[in-house]
């Protein structure tokens, strides 16, 4: 038996809704479509509005009504966007300040240099000020999913970097995200706090959410969901998802 969800359905975006930053196919489109009729789905992920927009809304096509049941969380939670009327409605942001942000792209730019990490072809900016997080894409923003899959596969470039930049930067939470990326944001910013926001918002308990993601595992940048006790649902791939939708339904 699938685990049903009571009220929220929560995902992940990044290898669990879509292929890594590409929008959403039209199958996954047309099942969340079902899945508003029936219940709130909630999508939380390292990037932000603009990237939410494009592999999400854009495609999604959804009625007003099945918009006024979807909730939004770019930067992994620091900015929150529920519906009214089938317009996005800002409804929490965790601002990094000035010096605080200059702070952190000093201490990656020191990284990068120290361990050689300058790409020979760069896609874009490196460094990206998101306003509430900053974030590191090793070969640029805009670096093709092909390019990207085999820079760090197995996430251990990052975990050296994440460890060199910690101490530099007490207060605040840097992880892993997506295929080649590290997202600063202030301490206490991650999937857990999505799941604790979404309860709040909602008004509904622990019990009344499912979460879905496809990095669960220890290390993983969906493992602090888990830490709630919340419901998961572990995914390896875009299609596991659609399945587990499909079950539901
Ligand atoms: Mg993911």
């Known amino acids: 038996m699938p685990i049903i969800p009571k009220k929220l359905i929560m995902f992940d975006l990044d290898g669990t809704l879509a292929i890594s930053k590409q929008a959403l196919d039209e199958e996954m489109t047309d099942l969340l479509r079902k899945l508003l009729d029936h219940y709130k789905v909630a999508i ?14 854009g495609p999604l096509n959804a009625t007003k009504e099945q918009l006024d049941n979807f909730i939004l969380m770019p930067t992994t939670s620091a900015n929150i966007y529920t519906h009214e009327q089938g317009e996005l409605k800002h409804i929490f942001a965790e601002l990094l300040t000035s010096d605080e942000k200059k702070k952190i792209f000093q201490h990656l730019n020191e990284a990068i240099d120290l361990f050689g990490l300058r790409p020979e072809t760069q896609y874009g900016e490196l460094i990206e000020d998101r306003g509430t997080q900053v974030s590191y894409s090793a070969l640029g923003q805009k ?14 470039r990052r975990v050296e970097v994440i460890a060199y930049l910690k101490p530099f930067l007490p207060g605040f939470s840097i992880r892993s995200g997506g295929g080649t990326t590290i997202d600063i944001t202030h301490e206490g910013i991650d999937k857990a706090h999505g799941v604790h926001q979404a309860m709040k ?43 587990y939708i499909r079950s539901i339904l």
Not at 143 to 156: F, L, N, R, S, Y
């Open 201 to 243: 918002i909602l008004n509904i308990t622990l019990s009344d959410i499912v979460f879905v993601g496809d990095a669960l595992y220890p290390g993983g940048n969906d493992e602090a969901a888990k830490t709630t006790g919340v419901d998961c649902i572990e995914v390896k791939t875009v299609d596991d998802t659609k399945n």
């Open 44 to 57: 939380i992920s390292g990037g932000a509005l603009p990237q939410f927009q494009k592999q999400i809304l």
């Open 143 to 156: 670096a093709p999913p092909e390019v990207k899959a085999v820079w760090d596969p197995t996430g251990a």
